[in-house]
């Protein structure tokens, strides 16, 4: 039986949570970073264990390994240099004929490395905690990514801290292109609990002509994503809704689960 | 009340709730990231009083909300409800055997995600969630069941170094020590 004490608690816990979770949608996500702000201590001991860990770790590299080392990044560095040129010579190019014809120049989008500081405790839903906030110019929806690809976009922004939901989370949802002659358009939506590799393309048309291991990219539709970051391969087509749609499976081109650093890609 | 114990209670939930935001490899192996809220409140509705299983609650779902894409506060809830049934019930939990631990651990840590998720849904939300849930409860369940009495022991291990106990009376007196002869 329930005695007086215990109701005292009871309505105490009840009343406090239903206050929280009515909080308006500002206050609330103030109030998530001021409890999240907690754990500042343990960020800063957690980066600095790591840190020296990695500097007891170059401490013990041999001379002869860093060395080979330095001439593979020497020489990828003037490919990567080469490469850069001619991406330079295209891009200019492709600003005079989007000038002749009297289309809008494309704005140059800038990158800002982050580091992925936490992940999602929870299991129905996929994100990840950069260490990038407010401070640094970050904003909500800002798109993230890796050298491989898409990874998510920015959800919510503290101080010194943003949130990024990845691909296959429900509340992260892409417009995407699959690269192949009609270039068919459908959007990028939730994965299941346990695919972490996998993500879900539906909304095509049921005449869509696709094959596994087309590349898909970001359509650039939705205002979000720019046009062009690839996303992943096709693995597998399957019609659904009795026929009238078409449902691909797409393997992510990043690696979501071992995610490091990402990229902030700012406008 | 014992305030150390309490604070020792809130300061294992505060590193339990870091952990399992920054060390993801059990979730990489697994497909589950393990709770250790459960196992905690099992401890603290079987151990100790009413006010800190009610703060663990509080502090142990805000702090895993406020690094989660929860909603804050929706964590508080279940881990309360498994809280205060445990506490209301525990004259009648033999809480010295491991058994008893683990299966309460099991059953903590297997029903505080489905309220939890429960919640979500009556809030709009939609989760991910499908029949890899199922293998995800599975190992929720099954990690919790294992951390119970590795918590208990843990708990009563800092217990017996930082709390003072009082020399207890021997009914022992050599004043009325009956001393016998050889025959």
């Not at chain 1, 939506?189 to 898909?216: H, I, T």
Request: glycine share 10%; with cysteine; proline share 4%.
């Amino acid at each position: 039986m329930l005695k007086r004490p215990h109701y005292i608690a009871l309505g105490l816990v009840v009343l406090l949570t239903l206050v929280i979770l009515n909080l308006p949608s500002q206050t609330s996500a103030r109030f998530k970073l001021g409890v999240g702000s907690l754990f500042l201590p343990l960020f800063g001991l957690a980066s600095s264990s790591q840190q020296v860990a990695s500097t007891m770790g170059d401490a013990v590299l041999p001379r002869r390994q860093l060395l080979g080392l330095n001439d593979d990044l020497r020489r990828e560095n003037q490919q990567l240099r080469l490469q850069a040129l001619q991406a330079q010579e295209t891009s200019s190019e492709n600003a005079r004929l989007r000038q002749l014809v009297g289309w809008q120049r494309e704005t140059s989008w800038k990158l800002k490395l982050a580091k992925v500081v936490l992940r999602e405790p929870a299991n129905w839903w996929r994100t990840v905690q950069i260490d990038l906030g407010s401070r640094d110019g970050l904003r909500v929806n800002l798109p993230v990514l890796t050298t491989d690809g898409l990874v998510g976009r920015i959800s919510s922004v503290g101080l010194t801290r943003s949130q990024v939901v990845l691909l296959g989370d429900p509340n992260c949802k892409v417009s995407a292109r699959v690269e192949n002659e009609t270039r068919d358009t459908g959007v990028i939506g939730a994965s299941g609990p346990l695919d972490r590799e996998f993500v879900q393309l539906g909304f095509l048309s049921r005449n869509a002509n696709l094959k596994p291991g087309q590349n898909v990219a970001t359509s650039g539709e939705g205002g979000i994503f720019p046009k062009g970051i690839p996303i992943g391969k096709i693995v597998d087509v399957q019609a659904t809704d009795s026929g009238l749609r078409t449902e691909a499976q797409v393997k992510l081109a990043t690696n979501l689960s071992a995610l490091e650093e990402v990229w902030v890609m700012f406008p | 009340m014992n305030w150390l114990n309490t604070a020792i209670v809130l300061g294992a939930t505060y590193l339990a709730v870091f952990w399992e935001a920054a060390f993801s490899g059990v979730s990489h192996v697994l497909g589950a990231q393990i709770d250790l809220l459960p196992p905690l409140m099992v401890y603290a509705a079987l151990c100790t009083g009413l006010t800190t299983v009610a703060l663990l609650a509080l502090c142990g779902g805000l702090w895993f909300d406020s690094l989660s894409a929860n909603p804050l506060g929706v964590t508080v809830l279940p881990l309360f409800a498994i809280g205060l049934a445990i506490y209301l019930k525990r004259d009648l939990i033999l809480r010295d055997e491991t058994f008893a631990r683990l299966m309460l651990g099991l059953g903590a840590s297997a029903v505080a995600p489905v309220l939890t998720l429960l919640l979500l849904f009556t809030m709009g939300r939609t989760p991910l969630v499908g029949w890899g849930t199922l293998w995800q409860l599975a190992v929720l369940a099954a990690g919790g069941a294992i951390a119970t009495p590795v918590c208990f022991e843990l708990f009563g291990w800092l217990d017996r170094m930082l709390v003072h106990r009082r020399a207890t009376e021997s009914s022992f007196r050599p004043d009325r020590e009956i001393r016998r002869g050889r025959l």
